[in-house]
């Protein structure tokens, strides 16, 4: 069984596509979550089911600060998840309301994007003061991405999140005219990484060699690449005339079912014109990972033992170790201490 980190901030959907007086109805970690957007234009999570007849919040209204279950009216406040009106009740029953509740979760909008905090003890609300930072894009400010989609993984968080951080699986399932040909001539890479939070950090390099993308970004293109638990991978580009950053969040629905978020935020402005061709690329990009993940399921049915190998797939194992790490401390009730050192890692892709 993949063990689900709780303690993190995951990406519930982006802004864009949740309007105000909307709701939306998520399994977050195997949890029923409820998103919605308030008039004035806040967002909120909370448990979605009613405690009265166990129907789906999501199936209601908002009105006010309020979610309305549609089953019996029972109003629930979308700040704090307590109950604020039973309908039926008569003036003579004395009901405390403020005993009757569902769980609420801390739900910022940030950069375009929709997080849900996930606490390590549900039910309840932690101090906003404890929790961790969502992760910042740099060099955008409050910009939302011009690039984003959602693609569900028919496999568990860990199959998806080593996937995608596989780095010699790029000249055989991503290859497009307009990225780079099959069957190329690997080429011997040496990369230098650093622990970076609950993770690593690629250290920034020149892309002497790419794909014709990279053009567009000037001379000298450099790019830094961080990984961190639970599943947040920001790779910055930059070049001498503009940037690009590029957000993958991976949001585990149940055990066996993953959401892969790709945001794509950049300092062109005169590319307005063509997101719906970089979406297109981008969709064409995150779907050929989605579908060779989906032909690996069909060895994976059988349970076979797998080989990870130096140098190509140690930062496989490092995901591994750092969950194993994260998951030690909270059994423990100790602070998380990065267990991983400086490395240089040789492979050829």
């Known amino acids: 069984m993949t063990a689900l980190l709780k303690g993190f901030w995951y990406v519930a959907l ?93 739900c910022r909008e940030h950069q375009g994007n929709v997080w849900v905090y996930l606490p390590e003890d549900s039910p309840g609300v932690p101090d906003a003061g404890v929790l961790p930072e969502i992760p910042t894009m740099p060099g955008v400010g409050g910009w939302a991405p011009q690039v984003s989609l959602a693609m569900d993984f028919a496999c568990d968080v860990d199959h998806a999140v080593v996937g995608l951080m596989d780095p010699t699986h790029l000249g055989y399932v991503h290859t497009s005219w307009w990225w780079q040909k099959r069957n190329r001539e690997p ?40 990984f961190q638990l639970p599943g947040i991978r920001v790779e910055h580009i930059q070049g001498d005339r503009h940037s690009v950053v590029a957000l993958t969040a991976i949001t585990p629905l149940t055990e066996h079912t993953t959401e892969v978020h790709q945001f794509v935020y950049w300092t062109m402005s005169w590319m307005r014109p063509f997101r719906p061709v970089a979406q ?45 790490q994260y998951l030690k401390s909270q059994r423990d009730g100790t602070a998380f201490d990065n267990p991983l050192r400086p490395q240089i890692l040789r492979y050829r892709s």
């Open 280 to 324: 297109r690329l981008a969709r064409t990009f995150l779907g050929q990972d989605r579908d060779v993940v989906v032909r690996q399921e069909a060895g994976l049915a059988y349970d076979p033992p797998l080989i990870l190998i130096d140098d190509a797939d140690t930062q496989a194992k490092w995901y591994y170790r750092l969950k194993q």
């Open 187 to 226: 080429r011997v890479k040496e990369k230098h990484y650093v622990p970076f939070g609950t993770g690593f950090r690629l250290e920034r390099h020149e892309l002497k060699q790419g794909g014709r993308l990279y053009r567009l970004l000037g001379r000298h293109v450099t790019t830094e690449i961080t």
């Open 14 to 106: 982006p802004g864009g596509g949740l309007g105000r007086g909307r709701m939306v109805a998520k399994s977050l970690l195997g949890e029923p979550v409820v998103v919605g957007r308030r008039e004035d234009g806040g967002v909120f999570a909370l448990r979605n089911i009613c405690p009265h007849r166990g129907i789906p919040l999501h199936h209601g209204w908002l009105e006010g600060g309020d979610v309305v279950c549609c089953y019996h009216g029972w109003r629930f406040g979308t700040e704090h998840g307590r109950c604020t009106a039973i309908p039926s009740l008569t003036d003579d029953q004395d009901i405390h309301l403020d005993r009757i509740g569902v769980t609420s979760y801390p």
